[in-house]
């Protein structure tokens, strides 16, 4: 089950950077693009309470981050108690 968990939160992480990265990347490369994530956002903030998902987003990866840490400083501790 902890398995299941440390590589399901390791997904997580991988796909939060590769969407954040191609967000970047496309929004700086390309200025249609950017004025399309600038309308976006206008269209969203009225739609969503976005100042609220992005504190929950935040508290999520929080957690995912140290939930990872903690997993992986056990297995460590683990591995050099063994001898």
Do not use: D
Not at 12 to 24: E, K, M, R
Not at 56 to 74: M, P, Q, R
Request: charged share 15%; glycine share 2%.
């Amino acid at each position: 089950m902890k398995k299941v968990f440390y590589w399901l939160s390791t997904v997580l992480q991988v796909l939060f950077l590769i969407t954040a990265y191609g967000i970047y990347f496309f929004s700086a490369k390309k200025m249609g693009m950017m004025r399309y994530v600038v309308y976006m956002n206008h269209e969203w903030e009225k739609l969503y309470p976005i100042a609220s998902l992005q504190y929950i987003a935040i508290a999520v990866l929080v957690i995912l981050v140290s939930f990872t840490y903690i997993v992986f400083v056990k297995k460590k501790k683990k591995r050099f108690c063994s001898w």
